[in-house]
């Protein structure tokens, strides 16, 4: 069955260091997300991305993150000067379409600051 | 007005009890209504998703109730088993937005 994958799926990093999450999406699916999740919290919304630009975006989702869509298959997250509210689970996630369509989550990549 | 509500923060059920996990909303803009499984150091996966045109979906041991004028929804699992040990998110979007907004989120444990 296809899935979503990360990589990382653990990062330690600096805070002021850029980190850079990879994502592959499911290779029909042309709707893709960023969520995260602080430890014991809700999952959040961060970014949506469609036909290559940014479709949607939430408060959190300020200067210091950006997404790209490199090639055919991956999709990435950098945070350009981590701090360490940054530390968190983020969340790939994507879709055959958009609105009201099942969302297929990836695994994960723990982010720590320091 | 963006806020899922979500309740119990946890659960604790017997084997074979019914596990009840309720959410409600404020947005009536709302129009999908999917409930998330989350295994620990896993992804959330889609466990079941209902639309306000019906008042109740059901999928095997899994159902949804809604109730479109309380603004409320709830997750029912009958027969609860060890193996549905989980964390359970609800989540709601609107329109032709896609971003999906989630409740907060209930551990639910199955005792043997």
């Known amino acids: 069955e296809p899935e979503v994958t990360q990589t990382p799926s653990h990062q330690v990093t600096q805070m002021g260091q850029e980190v850079i999450l990879r994502c592959v999406p499911i290779?029909?699916?042309?709707?893709f997300y960023w969520y995260r999740q602080i430890l014991g919290q809700k999952v959040e919304f961060l970014v949506s991305f469609y036909n290559n630009e940014i479709s949607e975006k939430s408060e959190i989702f300020d200067d210091q993150f950006s997404v790209e869509r490199p090639d055919g298959s991956n999709f990435t997250l950098k945070i350009r000067s981590t701090k360490l509210e940054d530390s968190a689970m983020y969340f790939c996630?994507?879709?055959?379409?958009?609105?009201?369509?099942?969302?297929?989550f990836g695994p994960g990549t723990r982010l720590l600051v320091l | 007005q963006q806020q899922v509500k979500q309740s119990p923060q946890s659960l604790i059920v017997q084997k074979g009890g019914i596990s009840i996990i309720n959410c409600a909303y404020e947005?009536?803009?709302?129009?999908?209504f999917p409930w998330y499984q989350q295994f620990p150091g896993k992804g959330p996966a889609l466990l079941i998703a209902?639309?306000?045109?019906?008042s109740e979906k059901k999928e095997g041991r899994f159902t949804i109730s809604f109730n479109k004028s309380a603004k409320q929804f709830s997750l029912h699992i009958m027969d609860s088993q060890p193996g549905d040990s989980a964390t359970y998110f609800c989540a709601a979007s609107k329109g032709s937005a896609r971003q999906l907004t989630f409740g907060s989120g209930t551990q639910l444990t199955v005792l043997p």
């Open positions: 947005n009536t803009a709302f129009d999908y």
């Open positions: 290779s029909n699916h042309l709707y």
């Open positions: 209902i639309r306000p045109d019906v």
């Open positions: 996630a994507s879709s055959v379409r958009g609105t009201g369509e099942t969302q297929y």
